[in-house]
């Protein structure tokens, strides 16, 4: 039957129980009335003996209020009842069912609530437009500052009596005491909250509207109903108050900020813990790879990678020097967060001398769990994941190298990668920190170290080739055995002309070469390095030596080389991982394929299986704007071809703790590659840098962001081949075009024979294509 008779809105007076002054003062109601009936027969003859006269109703409602304004009615409740059974039996009587409804919009200092009861057996209390102040969000802007949030509860009562004033301000001290990351646990421990303090509460529903979330919206929120035994096996709530459980000072620094995240108490087995490091005191490379030395001396952990090396600007104290910054991926076996946080202040404190006089001061070292596999943790002393993560460059960058791109931040449920695409858009609050951007370091030795803008805005490196062998292509016999003096001024000629590394070699990498053995080698470059070293005015160069041999390396390092260029990527002789790790210098990684010998055999890329059969996942990732296109088929399998097979070296040597931060990638140029192949290198150089892969098989996640890339075109064959010049040494104009091309795509360094026209070539590129002018 759909037929009704409704009373809206009759206003009265009425006792219901105690008002929020705890007096029993009559408060202003409203009355709504709802009656089932049939009033077919009165529309028929239009005669209202057959309907129910609502004016007749009204009346009487309004004088039974009026009768018994001095009646304590000890509830919304108690009144609905009264009405319900004494002013309107006759009505009741004529209807299939009644409905009453009493609103008090003053009853609750908080909000306006309301009490329906029906013939039917429904009892039922709403709480209207509940307004309280909580913390509720992920994002550390949402856990500094309380925002609104707008309730409409509905509890489904045993019994009419219920103090409804008691359940608003219950449900607002818990949500003003607690906080919480997600709308839709708020509304589920707001109603076990109500169940848990209201006994004769049999179901609730809660609408929960954040009026502030979207500017745009008026709001946006959730509804969820529940029953008392849904929560019937569930612990029961706890919450203090927030002026005995926080400090006034929620800033991301204070001990009281935290984030609502589950608890874990099984941390058995083995888990990727990711660590992120920071200092700016003392010899700051040196402590970082002593830190990472120390947590591999644990036999519950293993160092499995590290990211890139950054330097940046101080936050929150900013009257101090830069810091280094970067991250590691820990494997860690059958340790709980806190005994690895014991671990890592032992570390701090204990073995490196951290002293910390007060909050954002200088230090030796700073090492903090970031993430604790997919776990979290809060606890006075550890959140995770870190409560300030998603604010700092510093952290999030470093960190991306490590996450695949489709992992998600625990608690937002958002790509860790997005939160840096959108951090890196930000502008900086100078007042916090003074720049957002930061600078890549690649270490060489004894203090000398390559830096550059991470956003690929620094002056090009060039790399000054110093050919001490008989047989180089374009320049063999030229710097061979020169005397000391001879050397020097060769060197400082280099350096005048533009050169900021010099690399020495002595194996000719031309392709057929025949290789010397290692004395010889030796004979050849140490003098040069030692030569150099011995220079003053050359102290603030690099040097680096072009040998695939680990005596060789371990030979010059001792005498003053800065980096090691490999033409082989440790094919050759996997013990120079070894040797580059414990001198802690810079490490060129060159693909090729073969030997010198034999590499112009090898110029076949195709699909590899792994990345066919599904097991091996492939990227080109834009930090800004996420995955790039997929290259035409051809070019796709050279270029993932040649990122394959480096990121395969690249994590041998990190097998021999060589830090990815010391390794240069070089696409390997001439190196098991034809003309067509060499000039698709350069021409997608860039995408070498945003490579990406993720071992499914290993489990393992390998990244080239981060890290420097040098390019080495000049004099080559195929230049000649392009320009029909044979004689190599006049190659000097397609030379440096060719470095021209690889700058412009991204190359950091590039390794020349003509240096000063290089030199001049590179200031005008820099200058067009990264605003980057020399001084």
């Known amino acids: 039957m759909s037929d009704k008779v409704h009373i809206s809105g009759l206003e009265g007076r009425a006792i219901v129980g105690l008002d929020h002054w705890q007096k029993p003062v009559p408060h202003p109601v409203a009355i709504d009335a709802d009656f089932a009936t049939d009033f077919s027969k009165a529309s028929e003859t239009d005669n209202l003996h057959y309907s129910l006269n609502y004016a007749v109703i009204s009346s009487k409602i309004a004088g039974f209020l009026a009768d018994r304004q001095q009646h304590n009615f000890r509830s919304l409740g108690g009144l609905g009842t009264a009405v319900l059974r004494d002013a309107l039996q006759e009505e009741i009587a004529n209807s299939t069912a009644v409905e009453v409804t009493v609103s008090a ?70 949500l003003e005491a607690a906080n919480f990351k997600t709308v839709e646990a708020l509304v589920a421990l707001a109603c076990q909250w109500i169940f848990q303090n209201f006994e004769t509460v049999a179901s609730a529903s809660v609408r929960v509207t954040k009026p502030n979330a979207i500017v745009y919206t008026d709001g946006v929120g959730v509804l969820c109903r529940y029953l008392r035994e849904d929560f019937a096996h569930k612990p029961a709530l706890r919450v203090e108050s927030l002026e005995t459980s926080k400090s006034a000072d929620s800033r991301p620094n204070s001990p009281s900020f935290d ?40 036999p519950q952990i293993a160092v499995k990678s590290t990211s890139s090396l950054y330097v940046s600007k101080p936050m929150y104290y900013t009257e101090q020097p830069d810091f280094y910054n970067g ?148 320049d063999g016999g030229d710097k061979l055995a020169l005397l000391k003096e001879e050397v020097v001024a060769e060197a400082l000629a280099m350096k005048q002309a533009g050169a900021t590394i010099i690399d020495v070699g002595g194996v000719s990498t031309r392709p057929g070469s025949s290789e010397p053995s290692s004395e010889e080698e030796l004979a050849r470059v140490l003098p040069v390095v030692e030569a150099i070293r011995a220079e003053p005015k050359l102290d603030d160069v690099l040097v680096s030596v072009d040998t695939y041999r680990a005596a060789v390396a371990e030979a010059v390092l001792a005498a003053g080389a800065d980096i090691i ?184 360094i590039v390794r020349v024979h003509d240096v000063q026209e290089t030199t001049e070539a590179l200031q005008v590129a820099d200058a067009v294509y990264k605003g980057s002018l020399s001084t």
């Not at 309280?132 to 489904?156: C, P, S, W």
């Not at 946080?341 to 951290?354: F, Q, T, W």
């Not at 943790?377 to 695949?404: G, N, W, Y």
């Not at 957002?436 to 030795?445: E, R």
């Open 259 to 298: 984030l609502p995240v589950d608890t874990e108490s099984d941390y058995s087995g083995t888990h990727d813990v990711y660590v992120a490091f920071g200092l700016n005191q003392g010899d700051q490379i040196a402590n970082i790879s002593r830190a990472l030395q120390l947590l591999e001396e644990y």
């Open 105 to 174: 919009p003053k009853v609750d200092i908080r909000a306006p609530v309301s009490y329906t009861a029906s013939t039917t057996g429904k009892l039922l209390y709403q709480i209207h437009g509940l307004r309280a102040l909580t913390l509720i969000g992920v994002f550390t802007f949402e856990r500094l500052n309380k925002q609104y949030v707008l309730l409409d509860i509905a509890m489904h009562v045993t019994e009419p009596h219920l103090n409804v004033g008691r359940v608003s301000e219950a449900v607002s001290n818990y």
């Open 565 to 748: 260029n490999d033409i082989l990527m440790g094919l050759y002789e996997p013990e120079i991982f070894s040797v580059v790790a414990r001198s802690g210098c810079g490490y060129v990684m060159n693909h090729t394929r073969g030997t010198p010998a034999t590499m112009s055999q090898f110029t076949e890329y195709g699909p590899a299986e792994s990345t066919a059969d599904g097991t091996l996942v492939e990227y080109h990732i834009d930090e800004t704007s996420g995955v790039l296109p997929v290259l035409p088929a051809a070019e796709r399998n050279l270029v993932d071809g040649i990122c394959r097979e480096l990121a395969a070296q690249l994590n041998v040597a990190a097998q021999h703790s060589v830090r990815k931060w010391q390794v240069i990638l070089d696409p390997g140029i001439g190196f098991a590659k034809n003309m067509s192949q060499n000039l698709a290198i350069i021409r997608h150089a860039r995408r070498f840098k945003k490579y990406a892969q993720i071992d499914l098989v290993l489990h393992s996640y390998t990244s080239f962001h981060g890290m420097a890339m040098l390019m080495g075109a000049s004099r080559k064959g195929f230049l000649g081949t392009l320009t029909g010049q044979k004689d190599a040494l006049r190659r000097v104009v397609s030379s440096t075009a060719a470095a021209v091309a690889c700058v412009q795509q991204g190359a950091d």
């Open 327 to 474: 991250a590691a991926l820990l494997s860690v076996t059958n340790m709980t967060p806190h005994e690895l946080l014991d671990v890592l202040k032992k570390i701090e404190y204990a073995e490196l001398g951290r002293v910390k006089t007060f909050e954002n001061c200088p230090r030796p070292i700073d090492l903090d769990i970031v993430l604790f596999a997919r776990k979290t943790v809060t606890s006075p002393d550890l959140v995770i994941p870190h409560k300030a993560m998603l604010d700092r460059t510093f952290v999030l960058q470093p960190l991306c190298e490590l996450l695949p791109p489709d992992f998600t931040h625990p608690v937002t449920a958002e790509p860790v990668h997005k939160h840096l695409s959108s951090l890196l858009l930000a502008v900086a609050d100078t007042d916090v920190q003074e720049l957002l951007k930061l600078v890549l370091v690649t270490p060489g030795t004894r203090g000398r170290r390559l830096r550059a803008n991470h956003d690929g805005t620094s002056p090009s490196v060039v790399m000054a080739i110093f050919n001490a062998t008989p047989d180089s292509f374009s």
